[in-house]
């Protein structure tokens, strides 16, 4: 049984950081892509950042400058690095992997159950 567990959101001022985590448990051989959406209120999930096996970063462009995204492939864990944070970053941020290889097969695409993030003015 594959689980992402979020970790790492609160509530914060304008202008601070944040350090979210999620760690991929269960039996894994290997994950292709692991990343970051948020999903705001009356919004729809949107990707914020996402890296795959060869280290291989992308940013929305929003969060460009500002997060920073890395992953340890061996602890099957990735993590967002959010500074500057703005009201505007409010939102349920969503763990998500793809392709993860499993003695028991393929999983194409997995989710953690999101962790809170609130910035306040």
């Known amino acids: 049984q594959v689980q992402l567990v979020e970790s790492g959101g609160g509530l914060v001022q304008a202008g601070g950081s944040l350090r979210l985590s999620c760690l991929a448990s269960g039996s894994i051989y290997s994950i292709n892509v692991m990343g970051w959406y948020r999903q705001a209120p009356g919004k729809q999930r949107e990707l914020v950042a996402s890296?795959?096996?060869?280290?291989?970063?992308m940013y929305a462009d929003s969060v460009k400058g500002r997060f920073t995204i890395s992953r340890d492939k061996a602890k099957n864990t990735v993590f967002l690095q959010t500074n500057s944070l703005k009201p505007e970053d409010t939102a349920v941020y969503y763990c998500n992997a793809k392709g993860i290889t499993t003695p028991r097969g393929y999983l194409p695409d997995y989710w953690g159950q999101g962790t809170q993030v609130t910035v306040s003015s």
């Open positions: 890296i795959t096996s060869a280290m291989t970063a």
